[in-house]
Structure formats: C-alpha cells, structure tokens
C-alpha cells in the first residue's frame, strides 16, 4: 500500500489515478464479498 500511496501522488494523470482507485476498490469489494459468503456459510 506504501508503494500506491507514493506512485498515487507522482502520478499526474487522472485517467492512471482513476483506473488504479477503481482496481483498488474493486479489489476490496471482491475481498469483503468473499469473507462475508464465507463467515455466512
């Protein structure tokens, strides 16, 4: 994550920035999804 935060703030494309935030993001949702079936079932 260290690594992102510092290639996050160098980075001045918004296009780079947005796509990165949204693979994150999309990431995370996959992670909590996968736990929340599995603590479930």
Same mark, same amino acid.
């Given at each position: 994550i260290a690594?992102? /935060?510092q290639?996050?703030?160098s980075c001045n494309d918004v296009?780079?920035?947005s796509? /990165?935030?949204g693979m994150v993001v999309?990431?995370?949702v996959v992670i909590l999804?996968?736990?929340i079936t599995v603590?479930?079932?």
């Open positions: 690594w992102l /935060t290639y996050y703030s296009t780079a920035k796509v /990165t935030l999309c990431n995370w999804s996968v736990c603590l479930c079932v």
